[in-house]
């Protein structure tokens, strides 16, 4: 049987200062529970060839990364029975629906499956809004392996597997709801990721991968060392994705996977893509301890944000120790109003304490804030301005202020669809690209749209001010990174795309223009 599996292609903002691509770990873990299955083969749209992936303008507000869905089915070599697409981000899905159609005009008999986190939280529409036959819902290995499996026993549309949602062959216009599959309970008895099936060498070679930051030698690779989150914060996907179950990998299982990735792809450093990876002080304890032992000689980091409940001055001398350089903290919020209206279930007072002692261990860290909630106003915005004021002086190198994306699967984008707040719509999914740009968002607050960039850009200057006051050498390091064009940090990353980015310089232009009439 030939299975085709593609990584959605990617949608940016055009304002994007900086973007972080990595290598697409979940589609490698799907095709690593099939590969026996049939013939199989992988297209990453980020990844093909020697190059590293190209940027083509697609409209005035995005552009698309890597291949485009016409490239796409360039380079596919057989005539697939089974089409499986992985899309993790809604904003894009105007792209993957084109090139879920694409697949369809052409090959007619090809069985389209999608799974990940767009498809898990916009499920019906999906399935409204393209030519799709099956949906995976939720952790994806065992489903789709029992899914190939029973079409390899000859039953073409299989319409009662636990975890999926499937077109009705009987009347297209219904779907049939299967019910959702229970969580995998022993994580070390899934079957590896698949990378031998993708092209991996060149994507590192060419300095490409999430915290590389341009920086020579250096081969990120992507690690799951967990799944899951047991908490329950409304503007996070995870519960329609994960539920609320966290399990954790053995330490001994992971740290075999890097002695893998070393050996086979040169990998300098690991990145974790958990959602919360730090919750049991007993496990990464024990997973420091065993690293610190095999002396690897590498770095990892933790760049999607952790808690820091049991991030104390032992357990970060520990992980200072195992090579770990990459500690981005997730207050969010610096109200305590906004804190409990969100459900972020954390302790101001102990993060704050936490982030001094990474300091006192000259260790890199970073802070995530979101601005505009819906319940929020001006006054809680000011209170998250102290609140960053605090963690400049607590020690916190770079800050990440982004105005709220009210994201698919969350409660928050459940809260505001109900009321009609936000409609389903091309518009809609792509501006969920602007989050991480210098581009407007829309505010699902009572504060305007451009009051709220305001808020956002005051956030940045008053932090990094404080922060360059307190501890000029900072000030010195970026001007060092910024004349060899060295990402450095989050700052002197952001500061060079907007130098290099065209389409910024050319929106500037542009606004010149108009202020002079």
């Given at each position: 049987m030939n299975i085709l599996a593609i990584r959605s292609p990617g949608v940016i903002n055009n304002l994007t200062a900086t973007s972080s691509l990595g290598l697409?770990?979940?589609?490698?873990?799907?095709?690593?529970?099939?590969?026996?299955?049939?013939?199989?083969?992988?297209?990453?749209?980020?990844?093909?060839?020697?190059?590293?992936?190209?940027?083509?303008?697609?409209?005035?507000?995005?552009?698309?990364?890597?291949?485009?869905?016409?490239?796409?089915?360039?380079?596919?070599?057989?005539?697939?029975?089974?089409?499986l697409i992985s899309s993790m981000f809604s904003m894009d899905w105007p792209i993957t629906r084109t090139l879920i159609n694409l697949i369809k005009t052409k090959y007619p008999k090809c069985l389209i499956i999608g799974g990940g986190e767009h498809f898990s939280a916009v499920t019906e529409y999906s399935f409204i809004d393209s030519s799709i036959d099956i949906i995976v819902t939720g952790e994806g290995e065992e489903t789709i392996r029992e899914l190939i499996l029973c079409i390899n026993d000859g039953n073409k549309l299989p319409?009662?597997?636990?975890?999926?949602?499937?077109?009705?062959?009987?009347?297209?216009?219904?779907?049939?709801?299967?019910?959702?599959?229970?969580?995998?309970?022993?994580?070390?008895?899934?079957?590896?990721?698949?990378?031998?099936?993708?092209?991996?060498?060149?994507?590192?070679?060419?300095?490409?991968?999430s915290t590389s930051g341009n920086r020579k030698n250096f081969r990120p690779f992507p690690i799951i060392m967990t799944r899951g989150c047991p908490y329950e914060c409304t503007f996070c996907s995870n519960p329609d994705m994960w539920g609320r179950k966290w399990s954790t990998r053995p330490p001994s299982d992971v740290i075999n996977e890097m002695k893998e990735y070393i050996n086979e792809y040169d990998a300098t450093?690991?990145?974790?893509?958990?959602?919360?990876?730090?919750?049991?002080?007993?496990?990464?304890?024990?997973?420091?301890?065993?690293?610190?032992?095999?002396?690897?000689?590498?770095?990892?980091?933790?760049?999607?944000?952790?808690?820091?409940?049991?991030?104390?001055?032992?357990?970060?001398?520990?992980?200072?120790?195992?090579?770990?350089?990459?500690?981005?903290?997730?207050?969010?919020?610096?109200?305590?109003f906004v804190l409990k209206s969100i459900k972020k279930k954390i302790s101001k007072k102990a993060m704050l304490k936490s982030m001094k002692e990474c300091n006192k261990l000259n260790m890199k860290t970073k802070a995530n804030i979101i601005l505009g909630f819906p319940e929020e106003k001006r006054r809680h915005i000011f209170e998250t301005y102290l609140f960053a004021i605090r963690m400049a002086f607590a020690g916190i190198e770079d800050l990440a202020a982004t105005p709220l994306a009210a994201y698919p699967g969350s409660k928050i984008f459940h809260d505001l669809y109900s009321k009609g707040e936000i409609k389903y719509s091309d518009d809609y999914f792509f501006g969920l690209s602007s989050q991480g740009s210098i581009d407007l968002s829309a505010s699902y607050s009572k504060i305007s749209t451009l009051e709220l960039y305001i808020y956002k850009m005051g956030l940045f200057g008053v932090f990094y001010l404080v922060s360059f006051f307190l501890r000029p050498k900072r000030l010195w390091n970026l001007v060092n990174d910024l004349y060899h064009d060295r990402e450095g940090t989050r700052l002197s990353a952001g500061i060079l795309g907007i130098l290099k980015n065209r389409n910024i310089r050319k929106r500037k232009k542009e606004f010149q223009v108009s202020t002079h009439f």
């Open positions: 697409p770990i979940g589609l490698a873990y799907i095709v690593g529970a099939i590969r026996d299955l049939g013939d199989i083969q992988v297209i990453d749209p980020f990844s093909i060839g020697e190059k590293a992936p190209e940027i083509s303008n697609y409209n005035k507000d995005v552009s698309i990364i890597g291949l485009t869905p016409d490239q796409i089915l360039y380079y596919v070599k057989k005539a697939p029975e089974i089409c319409i009662n597997i636990s975890g999926t949602v499937v077109r009705n062959p009987n009347n297209k216009d219904e779907l049939i709801y299967n019910k959702p599959r229970k969580r995998i309970r022993n994580l070390d008895s899934i079957q590896k990721p698949a990378w031998d099936l993708f092209n991996v060498k060149p994507f590192l070679d060419n300095g490409v991968g450093h690991f990145y974790s893509c958990d959602l919360t990876a730090i919750i049991k002080e007993s496990w990464i304890i024990e997973f420091c301890n065993l690293l610190i032992k095999e002396n690897l000689n590498i770095t990892w980091g933790m760049p999607t944000g952790t808690r820091s409940e049991v991030l104390n001055l032992n357990v970060l001398k520990l992980l200072k120790e195992s090579g770990c350089d990459d500690i981005d903290y997730a207050p969010e919020s610096g109200s305590n």
